[in-house]
C-alpha cells in the first residue's frame, strides 16, 4: 500500500496564495497521505515582534523556554489549526497534532555539547508509533504534524519539520510503499537559486557530496537533503523535493528533484 509523507516549508505556510493552492493539491492526493508542516519564518517574525531575538545555528533554532512558548503557539495552534481548518474545507478529514498526542512522536532533549540548543528535540529510530499512526491512516484520518514533539516525560520540544517527516517516512516504511515529499517555494534543488529553469532532475549521495563542496548547496537546503538522503538509506521508497504548487505533478517527470542512493 501506498503512503505520501509530505512536508511544507515556513515560506509557502507565510504566503496565503501559496498555501492555499497547496493545501487544495494535497486534498485532492488519493490514498493514504500525512501532512508535517514547518513555521519558521512566521516564528521568526512573531519572535521579532516580541521582542525576543531570534537565534538560528545551521538552520536549527535555539529554543530557550520564552522561544518554545512562541513556537508551540505557532506551530501546534495557530499554524496547525489553520492547516486543518483549510482541509477539512476542501472535504480533506485532517486531525492536527504534536508528538505529545497518543505519543505520537517521543523525542530526546539534545545533549548541550559546543552549543546548547534548549528544548530542542532529537529523534531516533524508535521515536513513531508506527502502529497507532497506522489505524488513524486506516480510518479515514489524515494526521497534519507540527514541529513539536516531547519527551515523555512532560516537556514538550521543537524539532525541526523536515526530521520529523523524514522520521515518519523511515517508520512507516515498515508498514507501506513510502514517497517523502519535501514541498517549498523553488521548483526543486537547483544549480543556481536564483534560477527555476537550472532545477536538477537527479541527485545522488556522490553528486550532493560534490554540490556541497562546490556550495551550489546552501542554507536549509543543506540540512533538507540531508534528512532526505537518511530517509532513502532506511528504506523509504522514494524521495521528491519541489514546488509546492506543482503538486499535481507528483507521479510524472516534471516534479522537482528526486534523489537516489
Ligand atoms: N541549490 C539550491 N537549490 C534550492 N534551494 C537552495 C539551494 N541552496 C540553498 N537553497 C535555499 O534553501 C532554502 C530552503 O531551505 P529552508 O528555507 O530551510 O526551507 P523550508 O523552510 O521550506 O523547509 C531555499 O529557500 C533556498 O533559498
Ligand atoms: C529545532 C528547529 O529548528 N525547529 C524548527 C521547526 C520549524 C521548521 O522546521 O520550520 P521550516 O520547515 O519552516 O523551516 C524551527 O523552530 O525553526
Redesign the pocket.
Known sequence: MELYVI??????IDNSENLHHFLKDFSALKGYKILVH?G??IATDLSHSMGIEPKLVD?RRITDIETLRVVTMVYAGLINKNIVAQLQRYSCNAIGLTGADANLIKATKRPVKDIDYGFVGDLSDTSVDEEKLSTLLKSGIVPVFSAITHDGEGQLLNTN??TIASALAVALSSLYEVSLV?????K??????DDDLSVLREINTAEFKK?KEDN?????????LHNAFQAIEKGVTEVY?GKSDELQLLGKESFGTRLFA
Open positions: 512536508k511544507i516549508g515556513g515560506n509557502v514547518g519558521g519564518k538552520g519539520a523536515d519535501y514541498c517549498f517555494e523553488k526543486g534543488v537547483l544549480l543556481d537559486v554540490l551550489v548547496i546552501a542554507g536549509g537546503m543543506l540540512p533538507k523535493i
